[in-house]
């Protein structure tokens, strides 16, 4: 997906659950996703506990972001 497909972005820094349509995550400072991470196109295969490395991107659908610490952008689509 190319940048300017996305519709903004959401800064999360803190371990409440963020809802929406995004699809992408980077990693501002080194973050965990918690196990309250909702993707819909990772079949069988937990992102529960993922830790995501600063300035690195994942891709995917996720319907619900949780951190269990760190920064990121959420992208919206």
Known sequence: MERSEYLG???I???A???GKF???TAL???VVSSDTVALDFTGNSIANLPIPAGTTIYGIFTTVKLASGKV???KI
Request: glycine share 6%.
């Open 23 to 25: 699809g992408a995550i």
């Open 17 to 19: 659950a963020h809802t």
């Open 29 to 31: 400072a080194a973050a």
């Open 13 to 15: 820094d803190d371990t």
């Open 73 to 75: 952008l959420a992208y």
């Open 9 to 11: 972005a959401e800064y």
